[in-house]
């Protein structure tokens, strides 16, 4: 079981990882998703999973199924910003004139290499921004992205390597729109997420540098039951705590999400009005908005990118059984 295998969705490729637990979809060619997590044990799909009748709505926003890559992630007022004297410009795509959730979207990805051993097995795909003419025009930065998909049991790692091609320092940042199903059962759910505070929105969802106290989301800390909640929260992660997620239902089945926490410093929880069928959880690297919040890298999560500089970024999704 323990191979890659073929498939098709809405006229496109798909690599299909198998193992005795799972089956994992990727679609390269449309953004590089993973659309798919089928947990063979307990006969349910572990992520929100498109429709092919949805491949219409999948291109205009393909955030809203699966595990996206967003480059960057959140918010950006008015799509502008600076850095080292360099002034950016990205699509005013949101309300408010707002840009949202990066310039990467259904980019077609190449299988560059293929794995299968006695342990697991694993697909590596490739993506060059200088062959975007669209992300060139907002971000003139040329990127090589090279992600490694890898399943072993009941467990997904998933590893980015960003390559910075160009000559001029860059800011950066990443995260993953993953959408969990909660079976239209969110008082069965709970969801343990390590945070010390809520970073303070404004009325258009950016961040104003400033936090707040949990409050009743201090329930987080020990577990906090779905049912009834309404949540679109950027949440902080303490120092000396580690950036997992653990959703569980009430019979002792669930999934724990990791990611590196040298990198990984915030959370968004999203229930996409109340919670009801899913639940977003999101590990991201910089602060929605990050490079107009004048704060210190500590704060924002901004990374600096330098001219030759590789930069691998891991997270890892592991289903929990009772």
Request: proline letters at 7%.
């Amino acid at each position: 079981m323990k191979q890659v295998t073929k498939g098709q969705w809405g006229g496109y490729d798909t690599y299909i990882l198998h193992s005795c637990e799972l089956e994992l979809t990727l679609l390269p060619r449309l953004g590089n998703n993973i659309i798919s997590l089928w947990d063979r044990k307990e006969n349910r799909e572990i992520l929100r999973r498109p429709d092919e009748s949805d491949i219409s709505f999948y291109l205009q926003k393909p955030y809203h199924f699966g595990i996206p890559l967003l480059v960057p992630p959140g918010r950006i007022r008015k799509g502008q910003f600076q850095f080292e004297g360099t002034s950016y410009q990205f699509d005013q795509n949101t309300a408010g004139d707002n840009h949202i959730h990066g310039l990467h979207r259904t980019q077609s990805w190449c299988v560059s290499d293929i794995e299968e051993d006695e342990e697991g097995c694993a697909v590596t795909t490739e993506f060059n921004t200088g062959d975007d003419a669209n992300w060139m025009r907002q971000f003139p930065v040329p990127l090589r992205f090279e992600m490694t998909f890898r399943l072993q049991d009941a467990r997904v790692q998933q590893t980015l390597k960003v390559t910075h091609l160009g000559d001029t320092v860059i800011p950066f940042g990443i995260g993953y729109h993953t959408w969990f199903m909660i079976d239209s059962e969110p008082g069965r759910w709970k969801l343990n997420l390590p945070v010390e505070s809520i970073y303070e929105l404004n009325n258009e969802l950016l961040p104003s540098g400033s936090l707040l106290p949990l409050g009743d989301l201090e329930a987080l800390n020990q577990g906090m039951n779905l049912q009834g909640t309404n949540l679109d929260t950027v949440l902080r992660i303490g120092k000396e705590q580690p950036a997992e997620a653990l959703l569980l239902r009430d019979d002792g089945y669930g999934l724990r999400y990791t990611a590196d926490k040298d990198y990984f410093r915030h959370w968004v929880v999203y229930t996409k009005g109340p919670a009801e069928q899913f639940l977003c959880i999101e590990p991201y690297t910089w602060l929605p908005d990050a490079p107009n919040i004048p704060k210190n890298p500590s704060f924002t999560g901004l990374i600096t990118l330098q001219p030759g500089q590789t930069l691998a970024l891991s997270s890892m999704l592991e289903i929990l059984y009772p």
